[in-house]
Nanobody, 115 residues
Framework: VQLVESGGGLVQPGGSLRLACVAS????????MRWFRQAPGKERELVAL????????NYANSVKGRFTISRDNSKGTVYLQMNSLKPEDTAVYYC?????????WGQGTQVTVSS
């Protein structure tokens, strides 16, 4: 299993970024995918998830209305569109999949929101 995130960077408050996570080594379209983030000195928190079949989504309250998770099963990729970014969104963002009770993580991509 391999998860490779990309798309992070430095952005001003109010700006946007689109993260991508390319997955391989498992049957992507059969599994729920999640985005987490971890800020310095804080625990890793769930940001958004998307189901495998009908693409049902769910979001943390802190990002609801600003972030959108989506997936392209033909490309084995899950996305996180982040709009109206705030300094408190600064964190390393990770994608995640749970297979047979084992959690797999990418290397993470840094998002910094600062003026």
């Amino acid at each position: 299993v391999q998860l490779v995130e990309s798309g992070g960077g430095l952005v001003q408050p109010g700006g946007s970024l689109r993260l991508a996570c390319v997955a391989s080594g498992f049957t992507f379209n059969r599994y729920l995918m999640r985005w987490f983030r971890q800020a310095p000195g804080k625990e890793r928190e769930l940001v958004a998830l998307i189901s495998s079949g009908d693409g049902i989504t769910n979001y943390a309250n802190s990002v609801k209305g600003r972030f959108t998770i989506s997936r392209d099963n033909s490309k084995g990729t899950v996305y996180l569109q982040m709009n109206s970014l705030k300094p408190e969104d600064t964190a390393v963002y990770y994608c995640n999949v749970r297979l047979q009770a084992n959690d797999y993580w990418g290397q993470g991509t840094q998002v910094t929101v600062s003026s």
